[in-house]
Each structure stands twice: as structure tokens, then as C-alpha cells.
């Protein structure tokens, strides 16, 4: 008698199998009840095509872009690959996805769209800010009470739903012209150039942000959680005192502590 | 917030969905409870939950899951009670239910409820994680029949005789679902009748309702039709035979305008009332 941890485990191996003679869809199926109208292994597919189908479903709400930009059929046929060799290991559905990019990255197929996996990586970091914790603006004001032979000691926050992205390609124009309620021209000249740019949602706005070299070096330095001093002595960030009046302005700097 | 939180819920609610988030806010309809899924905010925070917590001010919510995987061999998911119990604590759900399921085997999430082999050794364990659950959460779950697909050889009691044990051996309530009694007793070739008539009087809290679809040799429970006439009989059948149970209209697939779920939930507010009105 099979017990339930190795039923489980058959069950679950018979919906992901990717090999053609299915051979774990043929082990399952004799623990199961053919019916009338049904054989055992039909059973069990209804299963298969309803678990394949939700998460190809799931990775398409959260990837619209890239499914545009391939068409529905070649971004399901692509996703369920993906799904066959990636198991979610979190109950939460809204957590599966993380390394679809580098899928597609590896992904043959999807070559031709040379901007592909980093559109994908700006789409994930937009569903993680999505469901990120809420957080209260930055009162510009409390920096002044940091006294003045602790201003060294400052490091400096992003906001907790931010992601930092930069790619050779214009991903942040490519994002905008696929969105439904675009109404200009949707033709992008890849020659315009990368970005840098940062994914985050402002308590409820979402927002895709782009900026210049300087305040991306200085935000990939806050993230670095560097302190103020160092990045004054090295002068890795550039002309701080212009650039970090601007970025607290932007709401890109969400808080400090003191290191 | 917490003004309905000992008054149990009654008559006949509507399944919140996004779509639906800012009609509710802006137009205060008429229904007596929502009905949420509650992975959908497990989020840290956003959009989601604020809308959530801006439907919970004006109605009583209760909170439907299907991730707790209760069914699997695998321990419980301590990550997910506790995500479980802080949004029960910032919601204050009248209930908290899942399903007669598994979802997960070795850490592996399928996402999709799967039956269990109706076996001593899945009822056992089965219950272990109810009562295990039901302590961290300090709270009774309801626990929903499913709608399947597929039935095990090994199975050596019914699905209803499962659930009879499992009252019994963990104290915890039911949600029985119409529409999934339905569906399972036309694939499977069951009476829901009967599996209507062996349900612990007392224990049924809550009932859900929803459409099916028809495929080429079973029925296939999507949540994206209007109650088919055979379930809406079936519900008479249920109410007469349980009383005025409080219950959910159910819609997750090609998810109408909120006109169409209210008109739903008024044809199962009618028959909640005909037994008011016979009682």
C-alpha cells in the first residue's frame, strides 16, 4: 500500500514531467479510478493541464509586458517551460517568478528580444513594490537634527518597496508604450540608449524613476548601506550636496539611522 | 473596527474581488458580508490591504484560503500561520477557512487543491494539522469540501465519512461548498444527497456557491459562471435541510460587473429568506 507522502509525491511528478513517454503519469495513474467516459491517466491530466495553467496564468499577470511583446502563444509556451523546471517553494503564489528573467535570459527562443529579460526584471521589481510594506515619507527637516560632528555617521535608506535597475537598453520606454492606456507612437530606437533608473511605489503610486549616472552611483551606495563620510571622502557619489537634496525631493531617500 | 466581531455573519454575501474594490468603496451596497482570499494579502503592504481594511471599516469580512495545505504530508507551513494569524488580527475575520486539500508535497507548491486519498492515514494526518493550526491560530477554521477530479484506489471511506471524522477528532466547522458537492458527485458518480444528509448539523457555517463548467466527460469548477439551476436546487435541498446558513456567491474567472453578483446573491438571499419566512 502507497502511503500519502509518496502519493503526494507521484502526483506532483506526474504534473510537472516533461518527459514525452510519461512515465510518472503512467505510475500515478495506476492508483487511480478510471470512471466512465474517463481512463485514470485522463484524470489525472485534468489536474496537470489545471496546474500548468494556473501558474503559466500567474507568470503572465505579473510579466503583461513581456507577454506582449512576445504574444500570447510564444509566452505561454514559454512560461510552461519555466514552470516545468522551476517548483515554487512558497505557498504564496505572488512570491513565484523571482528568476524568470534569468529563464528568459537562457531562453533561445526568445533571443531575438535582446531587452527581454531586463523588461522582465523591471516587471518583477514592480510586483514586488506592488505588495511591499507601506512607509511614510521622509521629513527633510529631520536631518537638520542630526548634530553636526555626526553627520559622517548618516546612512541613508531607500525606500523599502525600491528596486535599482539599469540596463543597455531604453526598458523604462519600452515598459511605458505597452501599457493599455498608451495613446503615442510605440516605435522605440533601441539606439536611444540604456537607462538607469529605480522601481519603487510612493504609499500608493507606483513609479518607475530614471536618472542620470551620479544619482545612481550614489543610490547603489545607500543601498551598499555606505555612510555618509565614506561616500564624502572617496567622492564616489559625486557633488552630494546637490545630489542628496534632490533625491530626499524625489522621495528616493526614505530615512537614515546613524551607523 | 471591531463592531462586528462577536456577531457571526448572516444572509448572503459576495466573494470582494479587485475589480470590485472601488464600486464597494464609493457605492456602500447592500450586502450583508464579504468574502476575501487570503493570500491575496499577505503582501507586507499596498494597494490591496488598504482597500481591504477600507471595506472591512463598513462590512464583516471573512477570510477564504487555499494555501494552508493541510492535506500534505509535509509539516505545516509555520511561515504562513503566522502571516495567517497577523492579517486575522489586523482583519478580525468572523472566519477563517481552507480546504479538504493538499497544495504542497516536499516544499513543492502546486497551487491547486488536490484531493486526498480518503485514508485512516490522511485523516490522521489530516487532523493533526487542523488541531495544530487551529492552536497557533487560537481560533476554530472551517474547512471546505473540494471540488475534484480524480479519486485514489486506495480511498477506503467516503468523502463525507472523512469529514464526520474530522469534526469529531478536531472540534473544527465546515464550509460546505454546493457547487464543488456537485461537481465531485458527477465526476466521481455519488449522491450529494446523501453526502448532504451525513453532514453534522451544527457544524455547517457557512456555504459557498458558484458556477461550473462543462467539459467533454466531467464537470470542471471554475467560479466563472452563474449558479447552474441543478446547484441552485441543490442549495434549496441544503437550506431546507440545514437552515438559513450564511452564503457566498463565488466568482474568480471572467469576473462580471458587481450588478450581475448581486443579483446572485439576492436569488440566494431569497431562498435564505423563504426559510426565515417557513420557520
Known sequence: MTGLHDMQAMVRDAVFETDTQNPALRAISEHIEPSEGMSSEEHVLVYRRAILGTLVRALGNIFPVGKQLLGEQFFDGMARRYVQETPSRSSDLANYGASFSEFIAGFGPAAELPYLPDVARLEW?????FHAADEVAMDPG??????A???????????????LISSDFPIHRIWAVNQQEWAGDTAIDLDEGGMYG??????YDMRIDTFDEPVWTFLNAVAARTCFGKMSESGIAGDLD????????????AGFDLA | MSRFIDKPVAGAGIGLRSTHYQTIIEN???????????????????LPLHFLEKVRADYPVTLHGVGMSLGSADSLDRDYLARLKALAARIEPTYVSDHLAWISVDSRFVHDLLPLPYTEEALANFAAHVREAQDFLGRRLLIENPSSYMGYKETDMTEWEFLQELVVLTDCDILFD???????????GFDPIEYLHALPKGRVKEIHLAGYEEQNNYLFDTHGYRVH?????????????????PTLIEWDNDIPPFETLLDEAGLAQRVLDSMDAAA
Open chain 2, 229 to 245: 439551476p441543478p446547484v441552485w436546487d441543490l442549495y434549496q435541498a441544503t437550506i431546507e435541510y440545514l437552515g438559513p446558513i
Open chain 2, 178 to 188: 454546493v457547487n464543488n458537492v456537485y461537481v465531485s458527485g458527477t465526476n466521481h
Open chain 1, 149 to 163: 560632528g555626526d553627520t559622517g555617521r548618516i546612512i541613508f535608506h531607500l525606500p523599502v518597496s525600491a528596486s
Open chain 1, 198 to 203: 529605480m522601481v519603487w511605489r510612493q504609499q
Open chain 1, 125 to 129: 521589481y514592480w510586483h514586488r513594490a
Open chain 1, 242 to 253: 546637490t545630489l542628496l537634496p534632490r533625491c530626499v525631493q524625489r522621495g528616493w531617500i
Open chain 2, 28 to 46: 456602500q451596497p447592500k450586502v450583508p458580508w464579504f468574502e476575501v482570499l487570503t493570500e491575496n494579502y499577505f503582501g507586507d503592504g499596498g
Open chain 1, 142 to 147: 529631520s536631518l537638520s537634527a542630526v548634530s
